[in-house]
Nanobody, 124 residues
Framework: QVQLVESGGGLVQAGGSLRLSCEASGRTISSAAMGWFRQAPGKVREFVAGISGQTNSEYQIDSVKDRFTISRDNAKNTVYLQIYSLQADDTAVYYC?????????????????WGQGTQVTVSS
């Protein structure tokens, strides 16, 4: 079992930055693909960024590629999502997810473990 705990969300002005953290416990996630998703009110959960296991290849969706960076620190068993130039439509609950397979998937049901989410609210 893997437990994931997100942190780092909050209320930020448009144009600001945030770094979200996802700390894992229960087992190491160094070989696991990790994903960040977000869900805005009334919308479906959306994949935004992922990092593969072992090779640490990164992937972000086109709409956030210039502003979102995903990384991991295996020594801390933690994955990060750095967000720059926050926009109002970035407002959502951000979820971290892990899958036992090492390759990234953009499909939520491909992930085996989920955190509880952290709220990001961007004020304009």
């Amino acid at each position: 079992q893997v437990q994931l705990v997100e942190s780092g969300g909050g209320l930020v002005q448009a144009g600001g930055s945030l770094r979200l953290s996802c700390e894992a416990s229960g087992r190491t996630i160094s070989s696991a693909a990790m994903g960040w998703f977000r869900q805005a009110p009334g919308k479906v959960r959306e994949f935004v960024a992922g990092i593969s296991g072992q090779t640490n290849s990164e992937y972000q969706i086109d709409s956030v590629k210039d502003r979102f960076t995903i990384s991991r620190d295996n020594a801390k068993n933690t994955v990060y999502l750095q967000i720059y130039s926050l926009q109002a439509d970035d407002t959502a609950v951000y979820y971290c997810a892990a899958r036992t397979a090492p390759w990234i998937s953009i499909i939520p049901r491909a992930y085996d473990y989920w955190g509880q989410g952290t709220q990001v609210t961007v004020s304009s």
